[in-house]
């Protein structure tokens, strides 16, 4: 069953967050789901894997979907739901998951020394043939264009010379 609501203006919501019910047209805490989040945060800062956390909890949902709601702003700040969890938590939950992802290596940051080309300009001169056959016009004006690259640090390459 779907449910559409007004959130905030202009805003249609289709997805009730496990935890909520909607009564009157507010979001209300559903008391037995808040205490499974509150156990599944727990059972998570304790070390438990995300599968782990929420059996412990109770909570039957796959592993993205625990992943999802450990990252939910929801649970700890904003206008349309009350919160379950403090903003301590919460925050705590988020440096935890950095941390294992980071252990793992699944954190990918720019080093900085790879080149990124950013602008492109192409040059064409004006053809000295033209021919009859449309295919063999197009071949000659494509071999007259020449790219020109603007790297990071503002150097220029051209053509295959490109790191």
């Keep these: 069953m779907r449910v559409e609501l007004k959130g905030k203006v202009g805003e249609m919501m289709s ?10 047209g507010r979001a209300v805490i559903n008391e037995e789901e808040a205490v499974k989040i509150e156990k599944l945060f ?3 800062l304790s070390g438990l894997s995300l ?13 993205t979907s625990i ?7 929801r649970y700890v700040e904003d206008k349309f739901y ?12 988020q440096l935890e998951r950095r941390r294992r992802a980071e252990a793992l290596g699944r954190i990918y940051e720019h ?15 004006m053809p000295d043939n033209l021919y009859d056959d449309p295919f063999q016009q197009a071949e000659y004006a494509y071999s007259l264009i020449k790219s020109e690259v603007i790297l990071d640090d503002n150097q220029e390459c051209y053509g295959n010379s490109c790191p």
């Design 15 to 24: 997805h009730i967050p496990f935890g909520y019910t909607i009564q009157n």
């Design 42 to 44: 727990e059972a998570y």
């Design 51 to 63: 599968t782990e956390a929420a059996q412990k909890a109770g909570i039957k949902r796959y592993h």
């Design 67 to 73: 992943a999802r709601m450990l990252s939910d702003k």
């Design 82 to 93: 009350p919160p379950i969890i403090s903003r301590d938590t919460f925050e705590k939950a």
């Design 111 to 125: 080093k900085g020394n790879e080149k990124k080309c950013l602008n492109f300009k192409f040059h064409a001169s």
